[in-house]
């Protein structure tokens, strides 16, 4: 089990960038794949990216922010990040970090442990 804590939201105007930061504490972080989910309001959580364990490997990002955003994880800060560009008023939301143990996988249920998320506003 890891303990999540995100930081790094705010308000930005539409084509602007953020960096959401996520820092894990508990044994074995490195072995722990780190996601990224977000929420807008009244619609479900849903899938970000994510960045594979031991240092990074593969890296997953859905198709909505495919060339906008980014994944990447310090393990010797034990914290992940989420590198946001080109931001739209869609991608408003709550920001949520994530962790589970083993492979990549895109679905909410898969992830055992999560952070209180930081909120995203974007003007347009």
């Known amino acids: 089990q890891v303990q999540l804590e995100e930081s790094g939201g705010g308000l930005v105007q539409a084509g602007g960038s953020l960096r959401l930061s996520c820092t894990a504490s508990?044994?074995?972080?490195?072995?722990?794949?780190l996601a990224w989910f977000r929420q807008a309001p009244g619609m479900e959580r849903e899938f970000v990216a994510a960045?594979?364990?031991?240092?990074?490997?593969?890296?997953l990002l859905a198709t909505s922010v495919k060339g906008r955003f980014t994944i990447s994880r310090d393990d010797a800060k034990n914290t992940v990040y989420l590198q946001m560009n080109s931001l739209v008023p869609e991608d408003a939301a709550l920001y949520y970090c994530?962790?589970?143990?083993?492979?990549?996988?895109?679905?909410?249920?898969?992830?055992?442990?999560w952070g209180q998320g930081t909120r995203v506003t974007v003007s347009s």
């Open positions: 508990g044994r074995d972080v490195s072995n722990y794949v």
């Open positions: 960045v594979g364990r031991d240092g990074g490997g593969p890296t």
């Open positions: 994530a962790a589970r143990y083993s492979y990549i996988v895109t679905a909410a249920s898969g992830y055992s442990d």
